[in-house]
Each structure stands twice: as structure tokens, then as C-alpha cells.
């Protein structure tokens, strides 16, 4: 049976490995590693901002969630490649809207390379709406948000 948990120190080395695997497919697309793969998951870890979806003692998927001032930034969601296709995005999804609404938010924030064009589908299908784009040197967004009942 699969649950979703806050990760411990324990997972980091875990999360960062199913980071990088699952961002692998962009590599020759962006020609450059994605910002998630850059990013320090233990310190995200030590800051309670990473949770994992685990069957067992595998981490088969996990979000990074960051709560600001008025509404909840999803930074990062990925799903082992291994475990693709049986609905554990969605379930992390839900899991993103329902913490958002524990913590009283009325609303979920993300953005996503403008070059990952399915991830935008994606999160279209889920209600999130495309708010605007921004870059940072050669990185450009498209920033999303999606308003919770």
C-alpha cells in the first residue's frame, strides 16, 4: 500500500536520485540539467518542504511544496520513470490541493520551463491556468496558478 509522508534526512540521496532520473528526458531538449536536478534536497528535506510517495520502503514519487505569503508554490513535483503510468502524479496532485487547503490557502502556484510543453498539458487538465511567462537569463517559465474552491 502506497502513502504519502514528509521525507526524513534519510531520503535525500533517494529523492535526488529519482529527481535526476526523472528529469533525464529534458536534458537534450533544454541542453542543460533542469533547475530541479540543481537543487539541495537535503536542505529542502531540513525545511519539511519535501514529501514522498512511498510503496513499502521505495520512493516512487514525491512534491516539493513552499508555502508564501498568500498561496502555496508546488516548486517541484516528479514521478520515478519506473513508476509512470499508474496514476501517482495524480495522486500527488490531489495530495498538493488538499495540503494547500490544510494550510489555508486559496490557491497553488508553479511554473515550468517553457520548452516542457506536456508538463503545461498536464497541469492545464488539472485547472491550472498559464498567469504569464518570465525569464532569468535562459531560463524561461511559464507560470501557472490554479484557484482552489
Not at 115 to 123: P, R
Amino acid at each position: 500500500m502506497s502513502k504519502i509522508r514528509l521525507a526524513e534526512p534519510d531520503d535525500s540521496k533517494a529523492v535526488a536520485a529519482l529527481v535526476d532520473a526523472a528529469y533525464q528526458v529534458y536534458l537534450p531538449r533544454l541542453g542543460r540539467k533542469p533547475l530541479p536536478m540543481l537543487d539541495d534536497y537535503a536542505a529542502r528535506i531540513a525545511a519539511g518542504e519535501v514529501h514522498v510517495l512511498t510503496e513499502g520502503t521505495e520512493i516512487l514519487g514525491l512534491v516539493v511544496l513552499v508555502p508564501e505569503a498568500d498561496e502555496l508554490l508546488l516548486d517541484n513535483i516528479a514521478v520515478a520513470p519506473s513508476a509512470q503510468g499508474f496514476g501517482h502524479g495524480r495522486r500527488l496532485l490531489a495530495f498538493v490541493e488538499q495540503h494547500a487547503r490544510d494550510l489555508g490557502f486559496r490557491s497553488i502556484r508553479l511554473f515550468t520551463n517553457v520548452l516542457m510543453t506536456e508538463n503545461q498539458a498536464i497541469y492545464a487538465r488539472y485547472g491550472f491556468v498559464e498567469t504569464d511567462r518570465s525569464s532569468e537569463g535562459n531560463i524561461h517559465r511559464v507560470n501557472m496558478r490554479k484557484r482552489l474552491d
